[in-house]
């Protein structure tokens, strides 16, 4: 269930996002506005962002504004990001489809509360940020897919075989499966999809993105 957004005169995300030129405003893909209901109750808490992916800082500056007590980090293969880096936004320099990367990358954050796939949009270097990146994930916290049209273009496959929105809709078979189909599922699919669908609450789909929002600490994973 979304938080209740509380009306204040702090600027939307969008309003940020539109400041600052993201492609994620209205102007652009319009994400903002679906992916604020999960992301406003949490806009003065203090908490780690990933974002895989800079460009031209745009949407590191509207998350730091956006949240002014979080730490943010972000993934990009290109040396020249680290001009971004300031108090609040740390720059990690490396391939984000590399798992020894990524994992060293956790082992600095230890736990996020949100994280943001806006890198390559390979199908191989999603499903691998996905792979080692979802298991740091907070309780009620939230993992996006950005630009999923690429997966539907064969040059973004990389060393993949099939996008990896075929294991974001494997994660959603199973989390609405009962009895035999989802014994079945659950020798089919990869551990780790299967150990992701357990500890998610919802999947929401909007054009071109996917939003994850992982269950409260209360809710133990379904083991069935």
Not at 116 to 137: E, Q
Request: aromatic content about 10%; glycine content about 6%.
């Amino acid at each position: 269930m979304l938080r209740d957004v509380v009306s204040t005169d702090e600027p939307s995300l969008d309003e940020l996002g539109l400041k600052y030129g993201t492609d994620k405003a209205s102007s652009g893909h319009n994400y903002l506005k679906y992916y604020e209901p999960f992301l406003a109750a949490f806009r003065h808490e203090a908490f780690n962002l990933i974002e895989i992916g800079a460009l031209a800082g745009a949407s590191l500056h509207m998350w730091r504004d956006f949240f002014p007590r979080a730490q943010i980090t972000c993934l990009d293969i290109n040396p020249e990001v680290k001009r971004f880096e300031e108090d609040r936004i740390r720059i990690e320099i490396g391939n984000a489809g590399n798992p020894k990367f990524l994992a060293e990358v956790a082992a600095k954050v230890g736990r996020a509360r949100f994280v943001i796939d806006d890198g390559s949009h390979r199908w191989d270097h999603v499903g691998t940020a996905f792979k080692v990146l979802y298991p740091i994930v907070e309780h009620e916290g939230i993992y996006i897919f950005e630009d999923l049209h690429t997966h539907y273009e064969s040059k973004y496959a990389g060393e993949a075989q099939v996008p990896f929105t075929r294991s974001i809709y494997d994660m959603v078979d199973l989390m609405n499966a009962r009895g035999d189909a989802r014994r079945l599922m659950l020798q089919m699919f990869a551990p780790h999809i299967v150990r992701a669908a357990k500890v998610t609450e919802s999947a929401t789909f909007i054009a071109r993105a996917c939003v994850l929002k992982t269950k409260p600490a209360r809710t133990a994973p379904d083991e069935g």
